[in-house]
């Protein structure tokens, strides 16, 4: 059974950066796509990005473009998202999920069930 837990999340002033980590055990993430996913004050969801099992398909939702950057690294079963420039619309709890050997990256909760983690709180403020 894959498990996924997060770490990361803070407290950090608009412009500030966090490293968000998702680490899998249970099983090898090779095969898997991961996502990270959020959900705002507003209960509002967002897939804010997600990567292929071999890293070699990336997507971002354009509110973080250029600022976010998932990374991989499958010897340590581990998926990091990199925040940048942070801005107090990025506060939400993220989550990261798994999908088991996708055919295509769709970056959907809704393609994401293999596994989610329970999240991990990030409040941008002054």
């Known amino acids: 059974q894959l498990l996924l837990v997060e770490s990361g999340g803070g407290l950090v002033q608009p412009g500030g950066s966090l490293r968000l980590s998702c680490v899998a055990s249970g099983t090898t993430l090779d095969n898997y796509a991961i996502g990270w996913f959020r959900q705002g004050p507003n209960q509002e969801h967002e897939g804010v990005s997600c990567i292929s099992s071999r890293g070699d398909i990336l997507y971002y939702t354009d509110s973080v473009k250029d600022r976010f950057t998932i990374s991989r690294d499958n010897l340590k079963n581990t998926v990091y998202l990199q925040m940048n420039s942070l801005k107090a619309e990025d506060t939400a709890v993220y989550f990261c999920?798994?999908?088991?050997?996708?055919?295509?990256?769709?970056?959907?909760?809704?393609?994401?069930?293999?596994?989610r983690g329970q999240g991990t709180q990030v409040t941008v403020s002054p």
């Open positions: 999920a798994a999908e088991f050997a996708p055919a295509s990256l769709r970056c959907s909760q809704d393609s994401f069930t293999a596994s």
